[in-house]
């Protein structure tokens, strides 16, 4: 019978050697396993030798790029308030593994750094070795591994694309937990219908390598970059009506995208200050009978799409309404607003309008004047 010291040591390389197979040719397992790293994993620093366990080892030599990670949702992916709450609400460990990934050999269960929730680590290091998608023109600071898949959708799939888990299984990670045929987060799918692929890359819009703004990841939260990015225009179309138009400029999938309780939220405001109409684009979903108790089904399936769709020509995408305006009225106001959480969980929250539903835009709308008889519509 070996020793107990050497019998800790083969299980623990077994199950590293169990993990490695199962992230074997994917860089990421779309949250059935997290990234797990033995001691040898960690890739050393050019200057000091030491195993660089931290994106803070990055920071001197990657000043920029470390500056806007640090400042990114990847970094807050596990400890941002949104998540927080929710998970405390649904805790199932699979989300962790998108989350924060990195684990380390012994102790699967708990992430590795959970602070810096998407890390460099995560990102770029594997098996001792950097990972690039080309090589570097100066390759001699670091061993390199090349993946091309780090310069398209490729990459961004384990993360950003999934199915529902069935929800008898949806509380479990690994083998014990199936995914079904429905689409949970589709943005991966969305990005390939789109005018952007082949000529546009997700990194083309996130990422902004080898610029001032590398690896700032922009995305559902910044709001500066959503305010530029969403126009609406109003126009009058008769006496009684306007036609509503919302315009996604230059986002190369649909919107909004990712969790699907994610919606963009319109209202329509007269000059008197009331709510005239109140639209809500997002991903519509219904429960489906009898899915709790089912090792098949999910518990939701998607039942119609109103988000503005991925783009085709000119990368612009739209949508457009008609809606009742009485004739007098010579303004009309628009409030455009990102929900986050799912419209129960927006009534119960402890947290701030400010943080799960942020204002876009409000803007005010001339309308021509209706002469004549046809003022009185």
């Given amino acids: ?50 195993r660089m366990q931290s994106s803070k080892d990055c920071a001197p030599c990657h000043e920029t790029a470390y500056r806007n990670w640090n400042l990114s949702r990847h970094r807050v992916a596990l400890t941002n308030e949104l998540y927080r709450e929710s998970h405390e609400r649904e805790p199932s460990p699979w989300c962790i593994n998108c989350h924060a990934p990195l684990r380390l050999t012994g102790a699967e269960s708990k992430p590795f750094h959970e602070e810096e929730g998407v890390s460099c680590l995560v990102c770029h290091v594997r098996s001792g070795k950097i990972l690039a998608k080309n090589l570097p023109k100066k390759a001699t600071a670091h061993e390199y591994t090349i993946d091309h898949r780090l310069g398209d959708e490729r990459f961004c799939e384990g993360c950003h694309e999934f199915n ?63 305010r530029q990015d969403l126009r609406v225009e109003v126009s009058r179309t008769s006496p009684g009506s306007i036609t509503l138009r919302i315009f996604a400029l230059g986002i190369g999938h649909s919107f909004p995208t990712g969790d699907l309780f994610r919606t963009l939220r319109v ?45 085709q020509l000119d990368y612009v995408s739209m949508r457009e309404y008609a809606l009742a305006w009485p004739a007098a009225s010579r303004e009309v106001i628009t409030e455009l607003y990102i929900d986050y959480l799912n419209q129960m969980n927006t009534m119960t929250t402890r947290l701030s309008p400010r943080i799960t539903r942020p204002l876009i835009k409000r803007e005010t709308h001339r309308l021509p004047q209706v002469s004549g008889a046809d003022a009185k519509g």
């Fill in 1 to 50: 019978m070996l020793p107990r010291h050497l019998l800790i040591w083969c299980l623990i390389t077994a199950a590293t050697a169990c993990y490695k197979d199962k992230q074997a040719g994917a860089l990421f397992t779309k949250g059935l396993f997290p990234v797990v790293f033995a001691e040898a994993d960690f890739a050393l620093h050019p200057k000091n030798g030491r």
């Fill in 164 to 226: 529902f888990p069935t929800a008898a299984t949806a509380m479990r990670e690994g083998h014990a937990l199936h995914y079904t045929d429905q689409p949970m987060q589709n943005t991966v799918s969305e990005y390939r219908s789109s005018a952007f692929y082949g000529n546009v890359s997700c990194g083309g819009c996130h990422l902004f390598a080898y610029t001032e703004a590398s690896h700032r990841f922009p995305g559902g939260h910044a709001i500066e970059r959503l």
């Fill in 267 to 311: 209202r329509v405001i007269d000059p008197g200050g009331k709510i005239a109409e109140e639209l809500e684009l997002r991903h519509y979903f219904e429960p489906i009978a009898g899915a709790a108790r089912s090792s098949t089904l999910p518990l939701k399936r998607r039942v119609r799409e109103e988000t503005l769709p991925p783009p």
